[in-house]
């Protein structure tokens, strides 16, 4: 299982990219999904948005990541700039043991034991390039 950060969302859901493996081998949270949605620019492209949602399993946010996540604020808001999203992200990669896609790896690869796949390997490939 792969935790999809929002930016690959977004791509994924703008066709820019596609995913190589199976849809139910990715996972989300509320935190990406709230992400998600608040780029809707209206009632259509949230009708779409939430389509694409529910084609990947749904984590729970419980109060153990938010414990992890506070502590990752604290440990890194000043010295790195992590924000809340991340934070809560990062954390629950953390608490489920997942590697986290993302195109953002500098605002993530501080995190000690958050594994991080890189972008441009094997599980993504372009537009055009299937």
Not at 11 to 22: E, P, Q, T, V
Not at 69 to 84: F, P, R, T, V
């Amino acid at each position: 299982m792969i935790f999809l950060e929002t930016c690959v969302l977004i791509d994924y859901s703008k066709g820019k990219i596609y995913l190589k493996i199976k849809q139910n081998n990715y996972c989300i949270s509320p935190i990406v999904q709230l992400e998600f949605k608040a780029g809707a620019r209206d009632k259509r492209e949230l009708k779409s948005i939430n389509k694409i949602i529910s084609e990947f399993k749904q984590l729970d946010t419980d109060q153990n990541i938010l414990n992890l996540a506070n502590d990752i604020i604290e440990k890194y808001s000043l010295s790195h700039g992590i924000g809340i999203y991340d934070a809560i992200i990062a954390s629950t990669c953390l608490i489920y043991k997942l590697p986290l896609l993302t195109y953002n790896k500098k605002d993530f690869k501080f995190i000690e034991n958050l594994k991080l796949i890189n972008s441009r390997n094997s599980w993504l490939t372009k537009k055009g390039n299937v």
